[in-house]
């Protein structure tokens, strides 16, 4: 399969701010006016124009062509690199922080492109990684009764190719020269399929979340969609 040509069709496919932005604001609040961030798999640059719109000097890249040019159209650099297989083309410490927002799980090569992404930190730089978490307590479940579902915007969504849980991308990250690595969770219960509908129609969904949210705050690697990653590179990396 060609991935390039894939994700062409796919970011010229999805409508203007189809996103969750209430996600994205999990990386927005770890960042400050000024820094200069590279947004590791920038798509169409949802997240790099809110970025930018917040003050922050952001740079994109991504494996297609349609979405670093669709982020230069927001007025956002952006090249075009593979990242499974090309090294990112920047010096080593290149920018105060890196963010990978939910594209880590679709590369073949997940922890050399992690490494990637330490070496464009500067010492002392923050990483921030937003991935899917297969450790979800439906997903636990369905595989104790033997399943295993594809379940569209989840975490084991048909784009997906690699599948983490909190345990194995902290010890990613670590591998990577990456340390005091904190976690946050997005419950993401608008994902059809995730949760049981009983509990997330429309009359149902705002009494769920409000219980909900207290238990993705205290235990993100059971009960969140997403998992938000905050780590810090070390000087001597």
Partial sequence: MDLRDYYDRHWSAIREG????????????????????????????FLAELLARNGIEVVGTDVSAVGPAMTRGRGIEARQVDLDTEPLPFPDGSFDAVVANSNLE??????RHVRECARCIRPGGKFIWLVPNI???RYRLW????????????????YHIRYLTAH??????????????????HAGTWVRGLYPRPLVNRYTKAWFDRLYEPLVRARPSLFARYLCFYAVKEAST
Avoid: I, K, N
Wanted: overall charge negative; glycine content about 12%; charged content about 30%.
């Fill in 18 to 45: 189809e996103v969750d932005y209430s996600r994205l604001q999990l990386v927005v609040e770890a960042l400050e006016p000024g820094e200069r961030v590279l947004d590791c798999g920038c798509g169409p640059g």
């Fill in 143 to 158: 595989l104790l009764a033997g399943r295993f579902p594809t379940v569209d915007s989840g975490p084991s969504d048909e």
């Fill in 106 to 111: 679709h590369l073949f090569f997940l922890r």
């Fill in 135 to 137: 450790g979800h307590w």
């Fill in 168 to 185: 194995e991308a902290r010890t990613l990250l670590r591998d990577a020269g990456l340390r005091e690595v904190s976690l946050r969770g």
